[in-house]
Structure formats: structure tokens, C-alpha cells
């Protein structure tokens, strides 16, 4: 059992925004390399950023929603790639918390196991004596080249039965990794796929799925009291998904503002972009919308936060997917405002701002927060229509 306390909100969100600049050095060579350089992980971990949905018992910080958010945010404002995989690591972290206590021994113990997942149903479990068979292939799967454990949503199929959702864990070293991340955007994240064939998974490491994505439904003794685990999963992810995109915009804003003194407008008589009327206008617009993105983020995390152990209408699970579709929507919108207005020679590779709008590009085209789904979700079900998705 571990005593010690968990750090504060202050002091976590403090190591995040002092890492910017160390995380920000590697972006070029994880462009390149199409991985996180492996002192960028280094430095999350030795922060204990990687810890933040860690079950306390083991050396982890069990995290509030709105303190997380801030964290992976601020991760962001050095490199979208970093936040990205500190957020699909601490994502998988609490996903394994689900499982039984014996199982998060064999998983999580020593306090640093990194666990990558996906959420979608990409494979098949056969039931058999004493767990299921599993085959399929998952594409997307950030950080699994540096994670040790898998958590994968799967279908488990039995002769004459329905087939069921279910969530497994897997170690890494029992799965093949396929080289395809070959992206536009979030170039760092590593989000190779990866392949079961025939791998056995035992009872204990398979959750039936709905209840975990809908109540955060768990078979773990230990973390029941803990209130990080008694909250809806998708509720909570839609908070935690978001933080990487409004964190982009954040960077973009900063990147911007730090070469706006040294630029014109070519082929006019601006010699300084600044006195320009129509960058005022520009940098207002962008300030709104990161400012709205911050305040969806925000009413989405503080909900989860404050509704803990709490049941959750359909209202309101279709009002977070659609805070998290307008956070990601705002943000990108201040992005594109800001890279539009940062002139040809931010396309080099070593301007920040063009990486930031690829990745921001990137973030808003995942399909659980792409603002148009997300907008129609939530207008269905205003509009008195069933939802058109399991995924609240």
C-alpha cells in the first residue's frame, strides 16, 4: 500500500507547463520517426504524468476530471503528440482499473506499466475453457510501441448466443505490431496498428464492454470507493479526449504571438503584421473561440466532477459528446484562423505553427469527437429521436 499524497492540482498542471519547452525540442525528430522520443517519455514519467489515473495503492494520483484535462492540455502547448499519448496512456490506466484487483496486480503494479487501447470492437473472442480465443487487428493504437499491456474492445461470439462487447487486456508482447502510422498529423503518436492471432485471454481480463462504456461498471474491490471510478466511462472520456485539441489551440496562440514582432505583410505597406487592422480582427477571433473551446472542455469536466457516483440521463450524456465536439470544433477553428494568418513561411518544418494545425487537423477527425457527429448526436435527441449510438 502506498501512503504517500498525491501531488496538487497546482503542482501537477505546474510540472506539465514546465515540460512544455523540454517536450517541444523533440517535436522535429518525432515528425521524423513517426514515435515520442524516448526522452520525452522520460521526462512524463519522471513528472508523474503518466500517473494521473494510476489507482493510488500503487504510487498513483487518481486524478479529478478538470485537473487531468488541465494537465494534458498543458502537455500540449509543447507538443499535441505528447498530450496525445499521455492522454490514451492515462485513458487505458483507468480502463484497467475496471478489472479485478488480482488482474491490476499483474498489470499495474509496479507503478510505471504504460497501457495503450482503442475502444472499437475491432476483434473476435471465442469463448473456451477458461477465457476466449482472440483474433482481429486494431488500427490507431497510439503509444502501443512503448506500452507493455493492450486494452482492446473486442466481440466475444459463442455458438448460439448473441454476440457481446466486451473490453481485454493483453500484453503487448502477445500481439504484432504493424508499421503503418504514416499520418499528416499527430505525426509523434506512434498509433500503429496491432494483431491478435489466437491469443488466449483468461476470464479475469475480459469485461463485458456496455457496462464499462455506459457506468463505468467495474469488478475491482479495491478502487470501488474511489470516486475516479465512479463515474460513466464515456462521459469522462468525452472531458479527457478534449484536452488535446484545446491545448492545440492554446499553442497555436502562443506560436503566433511569438513571431508576430519580427513579421510583415508582404506586398503591402504593413511592415509590421501588428499594426494591420485585419490581424486585430484575426487575433480577437481566435482568442473567442480558444475561449469557448475552454469553456466546453471545462462545463463537460466540472460535470463529471460534481455528478460523481450519480446516475446520468440521455440529456445529459448526448450534452458532454456535444461539449466535447464543440471544445475540438473552437479550438480547431482558432488554429485555422492563426495558421492562416501566419504567412507562407510557416509551412517550413521548423515553424511550430504548421505542425499544430496538422495535429490540430488530426484531432478533430477522430470519429468518438468529430463535431459533426457529436452536433448531430445531440440533435437528435433534442429533437425527440432515439440516439444513433451505443457510445454515451
Not at 496562440?253 to 505597406?269: G, N, Q, V
Request: glycine share 8%; hydrophobic share 40%; charged share 20%.
Amino acid at each position: 500500500m502506498n501512503n504517500t499524497a498525491a501531488p496538487s492540482r497546482d503542482e501537477l498542471v505546474g510540472r506539465a507547463a514546465e515540460l512544455a519547452p523540454a517536450l517541444a525540442k523533440h517535436a522535429i525528430w518525432q515528425e521524423e520517426n513517426r514515435d515520442l522520443h524516448p526522452d520525452a517519455i522520460d521526462a512524463l514519467a519522471d513528472a508523474g504524468l503518466l500517473k494521473l489515473t494510476l489507482p493510488a495503492r500503487y504510487g498513483g494520483h487518481e486524478c479529478d476530471t478538470t485537473t487531468l484535462v488541465d494537465v494534458l492540455a498543458e502537455i500540449a502547448l509543447g507538443d499535441g503528440a505528447a498530450s496525445w499519448v499521455a492522454t490514451v496512456w492515462n485513458i487505458s490506466t483507468w480502463l484497467a482499473g475496471l478489472f479485478p484487483d488480482e488482474v491490476q496486480d499483474e498489470v499495474i503494479a509496479s507503478g510505471d506499466t504504460r497501457i495503450c487501447g482503442t475502444f472499437a470492437p475491432h476483434g473476435v473472442g471465442v469463448p473456451t475453457s477458461g477465457g476466449i480465443v482472440l483474433n482481429g487487428s486494431w488500427s490507431f493504437n497510439t503509444g502501443a510501441r512503448q506500452s507493455g499491456w493492450n486494452a482492446h474492445a473486442a466481440v466475444r461470439v459463442a455458438e448460439g448466443g448473441e454476440p457481446e462487447p466486451v473490453l481485454v487486456l493483453v500484453p503487448m508482447s502477445e500481439l504484432e505490431v504493424v508499421d503503418d502510422w504514416h499520418s499528416s498529423g499527430l505525426r509523434g503518436t506512434g498509433s500503429v496498428t496491432t494483431t491478435a492471432k489466437d491469443v488466449f485471454v483468461p476470464d479475469a481480463r475480459v469485461l463485458p464492454m456496455m457496462p464499462v462504456m455506459r457506468e463505468g461498471a467495474h469488478r475491482s474491490e479495491t478502487n470501488a470507493a474511489s470516486r475516479l471510478w465512479n463515474v460513466p466511462f464515456l462521459p469522462w472520456a468525452c472531458a479527457v479526449t478534449s484536452a488535446t485539441a484545446h491545448g492545440l489551440s492554446r499553442a497555436a496562440w502562443a506560436a503566433f504571438l511569438e513571431r508576430l514582432p519580427t513579421r510583415s505583410i508582404t506586398y503591402t505597406d504593413y511592415e509590421r503584421q501588428s499594426h494591420a487592422p485585419l490581424t486585430h480582427v484575426q487575433l480577437a477571433d481566435a482568442r473567442a473561440r480558444i475561449d469557448e473551446s475552454a469553456f466546453h472542455v471545462h462545463r463537460v469536466a466540472a460535470r463529471v466532477d460534481a455528478k460523481t457516483g450519480a446516475p446520468w440521463s440521455v440529456r445529459e450524456r448526448v450534452e458532454a459528446r456535444l461539449d466535447l465536439g464543440v471544445g475540438v470544433q473552437r479550438a480547431k477553428e482558432a488554429v485555422d484562423i492563426l495558421a492562416n494568418a501566419s504567412g507562407a513561411s510557416s509551412t517550413l518544418t521548423t515553424v511550430p505553427i504548421q505542425r499544430i494545425a496538422r495535429d490540430s487537423q488530426t484531432s478533430s477527425l477522430h470519429a468518438f469527437a468529430h463535431p459533426d457527429t457529436n452536433l448531430e448526436l445531440y440533435g437528435r435527441v433534442v429533437c425527440g429521436l432515439e440516439p444513433n449510438t451505443q457510445f454515451l
